[in-house]
């Protein structure tokens, strides 16, 4: 009787026993890996149901839980699209970082995860010059303050303008989102195109857009990304407007370098022209720089307005810190100015954005690396070639052993053990811009992020700016708000912050 009512049951039976074997086989473990400790499900039908705990439930706690039991080791873990095996510990930590580029790459990851084939396919992939460009001219932060002092003054005037004792209210976000624009423009493209707030407009929504595309476009399997990127990526008439606006300073600068040569002495100190300077071949063009600056932009303006707005959140949620941090900048700029120097020289505000770096360091799960070849690491374990590798971030910040308290904000924790150490060397390799094996937000070796000194820079002085222009406070009755998580991603929550003008 039951067969008769439901003549489609065989068949609904049939097509779940493919599916099935269909996921079990895409689904497989390589008998490598095995050796590698699961956090989760191993079956691969269930490891389903640890992906969508991972991804949708709490993908922090799961790092955490195999981060901890296996230290120092390897574990892996199921996301919707495949495993991802983790070092724990910094020994394991560092052995990754260490591999050479033919063993372990971390090129391949970042394009696949910025899924730069559909999103800006343009991009020659073998000639990453804006790196090195970034790196090179950043590191002479110095003459380059200047301009950032300059311009952030600017910028808060022009999105926060207070007047007398009223309270302005900022929804925080987007308003660090444009004055970082503003300042970061400043170092990109210089006068007079970075206050156009057309152009900011235009900059702003290439970055929104780029992170959507990239989104939408990775749930897409691979023969229809390009249909996706199609519909519903605008990158390629961001690049079109782009193209507009820095038409007319490109064809100057151009026949400026080609009148003066080497010996333009007054050339302007901006990344557009530091890239028009090193491009060679088919990037020497106004579609190429145009490319460049826009995939700078996206690197530079999201993470720096995030660390801003993490910053102002922990300032509000521990206020106590408010006044220390203020003396300081007012001694320090009374002796140093607004410079480089000085910036160097507040080590208490330098400490503040270290912490909350750390504590609120963007990804759980940082960047990968693609295993090439057979990877065997020193506790013998090896793993096949084809392996996504991933660094547990969040779980090294918060490692007890590395940082006592680890869970508990202390903006003096860096401070302290700056002045623990006996001389200026070994104190440096606590401040914010350096790079660790236990801090991981700008990565750490090679692959480390070029931009860092100019971001951490940036970032100390709007708060220092903040704390000596204006009282700052949130809403009435309101307090840090709740995070966005997804899988290994956070990203602040928005809130609104009151500004006046600081009265005493
Ligand atoms: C708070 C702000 C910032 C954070 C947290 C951050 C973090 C990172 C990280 C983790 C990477 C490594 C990605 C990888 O290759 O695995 C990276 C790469 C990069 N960053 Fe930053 N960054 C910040 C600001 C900046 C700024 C201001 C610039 C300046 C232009 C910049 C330029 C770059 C570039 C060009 C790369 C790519 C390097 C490559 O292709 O290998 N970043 N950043």
Redesign the pocket.
């Known amino acids: 009787m039951l067969y008769e009512s439901t003549p489609g049951l065989p068949f609904l039976t049939g097509f779940l026993v493919l599916v099935s074997l269909f996921i079990a086989w895409y689904r497989r473990v390589d008998p490598l890996l095995d050796a590698v400790p699961t956090v989760g499900f191993s079956d691969p039908i269930l490891s389903y149901l640890s992906a969508f705990r991972y991804n949708l439930l709490n993908g922090a706690l799961m790092l955490k839980e195999g981060y901890e039991k296996t230290k120092p080791g390897l574990f892996k873990i199921a996301t919707f699209r495949r495993w991802i095996v983790v070092p724990s510990g910094t020994e394991m930590i560092e052995e990754v970082l260490k591999a050479p580029d033919s063993a372990l790459s ?2 391949g ?2 394009l696949d995860f910025l899924q730069i084939k559909y999103t800006l396919s343009f991009l020659n992939m073998d000639d ?1 010059y ?2 090195s460009v ?1 790196l090179s001219k ?1 590191t002479r932060m110095a003459a380059i303050f200047d301009q950032i002092h300059d311009e952030l003054v600017g910028a808060f005037d022009d999105f926060i303008p207070t007047t007398g004792q009223e309270w302005v209210k900022v929804s925080t976000m987007p308003a660090m989102q444009r004055i970082v624009c503003q300042t ?1 423009s400043r170092v990109a493209v210089g006068a007079p195109l970075y206050r156009d707030h057309d152009y900011q407009t235009l900059v702003i929504s290439f970055i929104e857009n780029f992170m959507i595309s990239v989104l939408i476009i990775s749930c897409f399997p691979k023969f229809l990304k390009p249909m996706a990127a199609r519909f519903f990526s605008r990158i390629p008439s961001h690049v079109r407007q782009t193209m507009e606006f820095i038409r007319f300073i490109v064809e100057e600068r151009s026949a400026k370098m080609k009148e003066f040569g080497e010996n333009w002495d007054d050339a302007p100190n901006d ?1 557009l022209m530091w890239l028009m300077s090193e491009a060679k071949g088919v990037e020497r063009s106004l579609e190429g720089w145009t490319r460049r600056l826009l ?2 932009n996206f ?2 303006i999201n ?2 307005s ?2 801003l707005t993490q910053t102002l959140y922990r300032l509000l949620a521990h206020p106590e810190y408010i006044e220390p941090l203020r003396q300081e900048v007012e001694a320090v700029v009374a002796e140093e100015g607004w410079t480089k120097a000085g910036m160097d020289k507040m080590h208490k505000i330098d400490s503040f954005v270290r912490e909350t ?1 750390r504590i609120d360091t ?1 990804m759980f799960l ?2 990968n690396r693609l295993a090439l070849r057979p990877f065997t690491f020193s506790n013998g374990v090896t793993i096949p070639a084809g392996t996504l590798i991933g660094l547990p971030d969040h779980s090294v910040h918060t490692d007890e052993e590395i940082y006592p308290n680890a869970q508990e904000f202390d903006g003096f924790r860096f401070l302290k053990l700056r002045e623990k150490e006996g001389d200026d060397v070994l104190a440096a390799r606590h401040q914010m811009a350096t790079t660790s094996v236990e801090l ?4 750490y070796g090679r ?6 000194l ?3 820079n ?2 100390k002085a709007l708060l220092a700016h903040i704390l000596v222009t204006y009282d700052i406070k949130f809403e009435e009755g309101k307090g840090v708000p709740r995070e966005l998580r997804f899988g290994s991603f956070r990203a602040p929550g928005n809130a609104n912050i009151l500004f006046r003008k600081r009265q005493k």
Do not use: D, K, W, Y
């Open positions: 971390a090129r990851p970042l990453m804006h790196r970034v950043v970061s990344m995939i700078l690197a530079s993470a720096t995030v660390m770096q963007p940082g960047l991981l937000s700008f990565e692959n480390a992020c070029p931009g860092r100019l971001a951490a940036e970032v």
